[in-house]
């Protein structure tokens, strides 16, 4: 599921284009997310992290909680190298960036009925060599709700706007970015924010 039409559109339509994939549904918010799975019964998700009316990896979780999580795809421009891992830890079968072709989606998928985990060739090179990522393994020491603030933050989001994404106090968001500061071993709320946009954006943090 994804929030932004054309790109939503357009990897509908390239799914239904395959002979052995057909799209049964499509939603731009957790709350159509969570309606639709009342009904239907994916073989696969394909889910974004960043949704119109919260975050794809608390939905993931939620899911997940009540056993009603179905494989699931992530797709994202979140860096892979720092969520992937994790959310794979939570329960995701596949992580892929949006700037990867429609082909490696497909291919992707079909992966995932197989029974099988998929990432983008990087990063299983990565995962082959942590000792090559030293800031990201920096980011293995944050947990799944800080690792989230900094999703948001890299998104240029606002501390009322984070916390009405979470469900949480703008107060509390205060707390976890100087919790981020510290862990990221980042002197400044300037340099936190920098450094989110990086992560954010796929750039190498």
Known sequence: MDDHPLIRKGLCHAINAEADLRVCGESASCRE???DLQTQTPDVLVLDLSLSDGNGWRLMQQLRAQGNLPPTLILSVCDEEIYAKRLLQDGARGYLMKDEPIPAVLAAIRKILAGHLAFSDHMVARML???????????DHLSNRE????GLLGQEMGNKAIAARLGISPKTIGTY???LRVKLDLRTTHDLLEHARGGYLGDQV
């Open 33 to 35: 997310t969570l309606h």
């Open 129 to 139: 060599q942590p000792e090559n990522a030293p800031s990201v393994q920096l980011m």
């Open 147 to 150: 690792l989230q603030v900094y």
């Open 177 to 179: 970015k100087s919790r």
